[in-house]
């Protein structure tokens, strides 16, 4: 018997609690009683992203939330600075050709985080730009760019922060209100521990600002549509109903556990994780490593994507590897949304036994014993 066992940025693995609530029977999306769900959600979605500002929802992927973080705040002709660090960072550049705006492109080396000064830098020199875009954690390289620090420089200036916190949200701290975070979209399989269907937005003053004067075509995506209708406790089209319920069920388990223990789980899985890997003399990939992945540089010899299919054909355990430049060198290891510490300690396990089946010279247990090490002390600090 293999047993599956899901490790990978988005989707993660969905708690019994919540298949349990979104298979109960369907409830019509205008009844009283999908109000009183749905008004729970939106106050629970601000409790997440720490705001008060409204925090919007959409029937979609990540990328539908990602194009409404386009869409509505900018026009035609348009110019933007693209934080590009990995494949999700080219999105936005993506978004920009499609639109029609011109996009000032930071190139970051994969595996390192963007410079706030060279975005000061890019905002100097480029001072019509209206927009800084960014991800929070780039899922295909397990970068954290650093957000606080470049909402304090697009302050200084008439560009917009937006942020795809997609694989952040839930994982690690990002108080939109404290730090001056203009917009952040997020979806629900990720941290939130649900199956995809559902993503977020929310916005503040000045990004609400420029959707007065923003004129790329948008229907579906429409913001200041759904806000209306969302403060009246509906959608403008139809949600993503049993999602939605489930998504109540989820939020429900983050106040259990609370954001600053949430916060301190993923941290510590973290440690664990790199922990792990370091004492198996493995390197690992990010120079800004994020609480929501561990990425790490295969030995040499290994190739990455025939440790990740043996992984999985052996032991049903599935991470994913390298994309573009980084496929056949790397490995990535997610610890977002629901595990716990002797998840890693599976995870970390079934590395070395693969390793050592495709014949690289490292030690059984060695991992394991550092993981369980760090992940310990981290425990004992936390109190």
């Known amino acids: 018997m293999k047993k599956i066992r899901l490790l990978t940025p988005g989707p993660t693995p969905v708690p019994e609690r919540l298949s349990l609530r979104m298979a109960q029977p369907i409830v019509h999306h205008r009844s009283p009683e999908f109000e009183q769900v749905f008004a729970r959600v939106r106050e629970g979605l601000q409790w997440l992203f720490q705001t008060k500002e409204d925090v919007i929802q959409f029937a979609s992927s990540g990328t539908g939330a990602m194009e409404a973080a386009f869409t509505n705040f900018l026009r035609k002709g348009d110019t933007?600075?693209?934080?590009?660090?990995g494949k999700f960072g080219e999105r936005w550049a993506k978004f920009a050709k499609a639109y029609g705006v011109k996009a000032v492109t930071l190139k970051c080396a994969?595996?390192?985080?963007?410079?706030?000064?060279?975005?000061?830098?890019?905002?100097e020199d480029n001072p019509e730009a209206k927009g800084v875009f960014v991800q929070a954690n780039e899922s295909s390289t397990g970068v954290a760019h650093p957000i606080q620090a470049?909402?304090?420089v697009a302050q200084k200036s008439p560009a917009i922060l937006v942020v795809d916190a997609i694989s952040?949200?839930?994982?690690?701290d990002l108080p939109f209100d404290a730090w001056g975070i203009d917009v952040m979209v997020?979806?629900?399989h990720k941290a939130l521990g649900l199956?995809?269907?559902?993503?977020?937005?929310?916005?503040?003053?000045?990004?609400?600002?420029?959707?007065?004067?923003?004129?790329?075509?948008?229907?579906?995506?429409?913001?200041?549509?759904?806000?209306?209708?969302?403060?009246?406790?509906?959608?403008a089209w139809t949600p993503a109903i049993s999602i939605v319920e489930g998504l109540d069920?989820?939020?429900?388990?983050?106040r259990e556990e609370g954001l600053v223990a949430c916060f301190a789980r993923h941290e510590r899985l973290a440690q664990g994780a790199r922990a792990g890997m370091k004492a198996l003399g493995l390197e690992l990939y990010s120079k800004a490593p994020s609480a929501a992945m561990t990425t790490v540089v295969a030995p040499a010899g290994v190739d990455s994507e025939k440790l990740v299919k043996h992984l999985f054909s052996r032991y049903g355990i599935k991470l994913v590897g390298g994309q573009d430049e980084a496929k056949g060198k790397i490995f990535r290891i997610a610890h977002l949304g629901y595990f716990?510490?002797?998840?890693?300690?599976?995870?970390?396990?079934?590395?070395?036994?693969?390793l050592a089946d495709l014949g690289a010279r490292i030690e059984l247990g060695k991992g394991l014993a550092a993981a369980q090490t760090a992940m310990a002390e981290a425990s004992r600090k936390a109190g």
């Not at 994969?110 to 905002?123: C, M, N, Q, R, T």
């Not at 716990?340 to 693969?354: K, N, S, T, W």
């Open 340 to 354: 716990d510490d002797f998840d890693m300690l599976i995870v970390v396990g079934a590395i070395e036994r693969g």
């Open 186 to 188: 997020s979806a629900c």
């Open 80 to 85: 933007v600075i693209v934080i590009d660090g």
């Open 195 to 235: 199956p995809p269907g559902i993503s977020f937005l929310a916005a503040n003053a000045r990004a609400w600002k420029l959707n007065e004067t923003a004129d790329l075509p948008r229907f579906y995506f429409d913001l200041r549509r759904e806000r209306e209708s969302q403060r009246k406790n509906q959608t």
């Open 249 to 254: 069920e989820s939020l429900k388990m983050f």
């Open 150 to 152: 470049l909402a304090k």
């Open 168 to 172: 952040a949200l839930g994982a690690f």
């Open 110 to 123: 994969w595996g390192s985080p963007v410079d706030p000064a060279a975005v000061e830098k890019a905002l």
